[in-house]
């Protein structure tokens, strides 16, 4: 795990917040360089074992989703170089990781949109044949596809707590009505775009999660990482079937594996098998690979 970066120590500018995969520093009053870290999460906690090159995947992933989306909603990339920001010593740390974004008021929620029938939305419409308070049709089956995408926001819980889902009207108690009403139909419309496009890549794009902010004359921004493997459940078209959990290019695979181990999903996380810790950077990379090119 030598060439991988569990975390960031970046002298030259001034550390603002630590995420579960994202060290931010302050480059100045309406910039800052956010870094991706090989860090992992699932369920909630960070994992003590890194994945090499994650970082780098998630960068370009999301570097890719940001340009091709532009038309839609505009987004938080300023085009400036992260290797101009820090000292020339700390170039290693941000090279192919990081990126300058304009400073924004990010919104208190989380953007999910699903586009099939699984995980918690799967769990939910067997026990009230809703998702999130949202009535679906009976009958459907785990992995079908929904009539229509569906937005299902949750609140952003701190680091080490759970987030919870909320319906559209605790969204609109949050964010106000017309701003609510903008995520959604952004929401929609970006995952809509990317849903179309990975297809002709032969992924499914089952879910995913866009985070929004406001710049300073009060215009909706897309903000954080877009449709990444963290963000997202990303099925190959080819092994796709419904009825069952197909098998994905994120870090489901990961939360299998934990799942399987016994672990009580609370912190501390246990340590990967390097084999585990090496699969699931295979998983990262192919889904770069397939995606861009």
Not at 256 to 276: F, H, I, R, Y
């Amino acid at each position: 795990m030598t060439d991988a970066l569990f975390e960031t120590s970046i002298k030259s500018l001034p550390l603002i917040h630590k995420g579960k995969v994202r060290d931010i520093y302050a480059v100045d009053e309406r910039r800052m360089l956010i870094v991706a870290t090989d860090r992992l999460s699932a369920f909630d906690v960070v994992l003590p074992t890194p994945i090499p090159g994650k970082g780098k995947v998630l960068t370009a992933v999301a570097d890719f989703w940001f340009k091709k989306l532009a038309h839609i909603l505009p987004n938080q990339l300023t085009g400036i170089a992260p290797e101009t920001v820090v000292a020339p010593g700390e170039h290693n740390q941000v090279a192919g990781r990081a990126i300058v974004v304009k400073q924004l008021k990010a919104l208190p929620i989380e953007a999910i949109v699903r586009g099939y029938l699984v995980g918690s939305g799967w769990a939910d419409y067997q026990k009230t044949g809703a998702v999130c308070g949202i009535k679906l049709p009976a009958g459907l089956k785990q992995a079908e596809k929904l009539p229509e995408p569906l937005f299902t926001p949750s609140t952003k819980a701190a680091l080490g707590a759970h987030d919870e889902n909320i319906d559209f009207g605790q969204c609109e108690k949050l964010l106000g009505a017309a701003i609510a009403a903008q995520v959604r139909a952004a929401a929609i419309a970006l995952y809509q775009a990317a849903a179309d496009y990975a297809l002709t890549r032969g992924i499914i794009i089952a879910d995913t999660k866009f985070e929004f902010g406001l710049d300073e004359h009060g215009a909706l921004t897309l903000i954080d990482e877009v449709l990444t493997p963290d963000s997202s459940r990303f099925w190959p078209v080819a092994e796709y079937q419904v009825g069952g959990n197909p098998p994905s290019f994120d870090k489901q695979y990961v939360r299998d594996w934990l799942t399987d181990s016994g672990w009580n999903k609370q912190a501390p996380g246990p340590e990967l098998p390097a084999e585990v810790a090496a699969k699931t950077a295979e998983k990262y990379q192919e889904a770069l690979r397939r995606l861009i090119g």
